[in-house]
């Protein structure tokens, strides 16, 4: 499974990235979670308000930081 967070580095971005590693963990599934910060790839995936979660390049949340526990709810509903 792969994890994007989108969003330029600021301090909502980064609390994004740690809660999506956090509930990978905490779902016990494998998975990559990477950081995109590129603006232009950014809006290439379609995303215009971040800080914004693909999973497997849908995107499931945007322009707000879901918790640990609606990140597991969604990694387990895209299994």
């Known amino acids: 499974m792969k994890i994007e967070v989108c969003g330029s ?9 740690k809660r999506a590693k956090e509930a990978v963990a905490v ?16 809006i290439e995936r379609g995303i215009f308000m971040t800080p914004a979660l ?7 949340a945007s322009g707000k930081i ?4 609606e990140i597991v ?7």
């Open 9 to 17: 580095g600021c301090n909502k971005c980064a609390e994004l990235e």
């Open 27 to 42: 779902a016990g599934i494998e998975a990559t979670v990477e950081h995109v910060y590129d603006v232009t790839k950014i």
């Open 54 to 60: 693909l999973i497997n390049g849908k995107t499931v």
């Open 66 to 69: 879901p918790s640990v526990e």
């Open 73 to 79: 709810i969604l990694l387990r509903g895209q299994k």
